[in-house]
T-cell receptor, first 116, second 113 residues
């Protein structure tokens, strides 16, 4: 069974540009989570999508947005890039109809975004 | 609100020695607790989780953790580490009505030969 995949692996942008990151969940998983992992800060929750709807959003500005497609894949968009947006962006998925708060999240390898 | 503190940012240890990675959480309601491992250039992988029942939880790769409600801790242990255990370890908690785990800042386990 294929795991969570993310593309691209690396992305280099300049300040002010827009970045688009993509995630494909494990087959059968309907929830997708996005996290930002900046150096020394651990994982910061960005967005949660389930069944095509945004369910929750972390404490990030509106220029961080995304969507989930009918096939449950997801896209994270970051507009007006700033230098501090440089980080590893991780996507995770979880299956439907499980225990909710106790769900295991299955992570992809991440996209390394560098803003120059 | 829920929060997680990983008390050590880095833990160096020699191969075949025991190790304990510390995690304390803060929550006023019942909790679910997780340990994830991140190997270099990879995403996170679940080591173990506590949902209910026995407070001693056994995970993959010989790791175990003990849930201590009175001390609000969930420390991770392994009796004998290998070089291949070198990685970043994250403790996480969900509680109350939140479906989103809060992660600690991570502990870098460095195993020396």
């Amino acid at each position: 069974e294929a795991g969570v995949t993310q593309s691209p692996t690396h992305l280099i942008k300049t300040r002010g540009q827009q970045a688009t990151l993509r995630c494909s969940p494990i087959s059968g998983h309907t929830s997708v989570y996005w996290y930002q992992q900046a150096l020394g800060l651990g994982l910061q929750f960005l967005l949660w999508y389930d069944e095509g709807e945004e369910r929750n959003r972390g404490n990030f500005p509106p220029r961080f947005s995304g969507r989930q497609f009918p096939n449950y894949s997801s896209e994270l968009n970051v507009n007006a890039l700033e230098l501090e947006d440089s980080a590893l962006y991780l996507c995770a998925s979880s299956p439907p109809g499980t225990s909710g708060r106790g769900d295991t999240q299955y992570f992809g390898p991440g996209t390394r975004l560098t803003v120059l | 609100a829920q929060s997680v503190t990983q008390l050590d940012s880095q833990v160096p240890v020699f191969e075949e020695a025991p190790v304990e990675l510390r995690c304390n959480y803060s929550s006023s309601v019942s909790v679910y607790l997780f340990w994830y491992v991140q190997y270099p250039n990879q995403g996170l992988q679940l080591l173990l989780k506590y949902l209910s029942g026995s407070t001693l939880v056994k995970g993959i790769n010989g790791f175990e953790a003990e849930f201590n409600k009175s001390q609000t801790s969930f420390h991770l242990r392994k009796p004998s580490v290998h070089i291949s255990d070198t990685a970043e370890y994250f403790c996480a908690v969900t509680s109350g009505g939140s479906y989103i785990p809060t992660f600690g800042r991570g502990t870098s386990l460095i195993v020396h030969p």
